[in-house]
């Protein structure tokens, strides 16, 4: 799973896992947000947008493919639930993506996006440090 604020490289760095890896596909929050509410990010109601995006998940891991959750995930426990499973033998890696903060402000009014890095400075919890599974990329 990518994770990390608007604007901070998680699809640029998913879109090429996927067209690098023919066993790779890309599960994205931004484009389930647009599809159910044509709304900017954060949306008016961000659990159907997780539960939609394990559902998809797990069909694609059953199928064989490495599946990479491109979403911001804000909180310790979306980024938990997004993480689990039940599709057997799989394991999970949680890749938070960092920019600096002058760039993300920049990034998010460059794509219209007016206040989705304030608005996520409101429920943003970095992971612990102490999992095992933890890969900060900055």
Not at 41 to 67: A, C, F, H, K, Q
Not at 108 to 135: C, I, L, M, Y
Request: charged share 30%; net charge positive.
């Amino acid at each position: 799973m990518l994770t990390g604020y608007p604007s901070s490289g998680k699809t640029l760095v998913a879109r090429r896992l996927v067209q690098e890896k023919a066993d790779f596909v890309r599960a994205s929050g931004d484009d389930l947000r647009t599809m159910f509410f044509n709304e900017p990010i954060p949306s008016r109601d961000e659990d159907p947008v997780y539960s939609t995006l394990t559902v998809m998940r797990d069909e694609m891991l059953r199928r064989g493919y490495n599946v990479v959750v491109d979403t911001t995930a804000p909180t310790k426990k979306t980024r938990s639930y997004l993480m689990r499973t039940r599709v057997p033998n799989v394991d999970g890696l949680l890749i938070v993506v960092v920019a600096n903060r002058e760039a993300l402000l920049e990034r998010t009014r460059a794509r219209g996006h007016f206040g989705a890095v304030e608005a996520w400075d409101k429920s943003w919890e970095p992971p612990g440090e102490r999992s095992s599974n933890v890969q900060v990329q900055k």
